[in-house]
């Protein structure tokens, strides 16, 4: 029997009713992107193409593995509109991809998360833009 408890987990949003969309997304072929704060990546080094992780849903399972296949950091007013049409949410346009993620870059859990609770974006703030792929489901 094949593990994978020596890949990293691979997760989206926090456990809850997102991150179980968002695994959906992953695992019907919609979503085959994904933005975060670079901030967010100060305590860890940045994912690498060729990478692989355990996509985690809610529940903590793994339901598949993905691999990166591409990582670009870049200010958030240069996200284009391939861009959030691939992260499979139905944005139609770059200004709703982009309503719906400063929604969730401004929500306590997040400026928890780095550790700033008045912490806000602007078309300067540094994103990371990976494309991922799934290469084997799980579940």
């Not at 509109?81 to 982009?98: I, K, P």
């Amino acid at each position: 029997m094949i593990t994978y408890d020596d890949l990293p987990p691979y997760l989206l949003g926090f456990p809850g009713p997102l991150r179980d969309q968002l695994v959906a997304a992953v695992l019907s072929g919609a979503k085959t992107s994904t933005t975060g704060l670079l901030a967010e990546y100060e305590a860890e080094p940045l994912p690498q193409a060729g990478a692989r992780s355990l996509l985690v849903d809610s529940a903590e399972r793994g339901v598949a593995v993905v691999e990166v296949t591409a990582v670009e950091v870049l200010r958030l007013g240069d996200i284009g509109l391939q861009h959030a049409l691939d992260e499979g949410e139905g944005y139609t346009s770059v200004a709703e991809w982009r309503t719906a993620h400063e929604e969730f870059w401004h929500s306590e859990p997040v400026r928890a998360a780095i550790g700033d609770p008045g912490f806000t974006v602007d078309d300067d703030t540094l994103v990371v833009a990976e494309r991922f792929r799934v290469t084997e489901r799980l579940a």
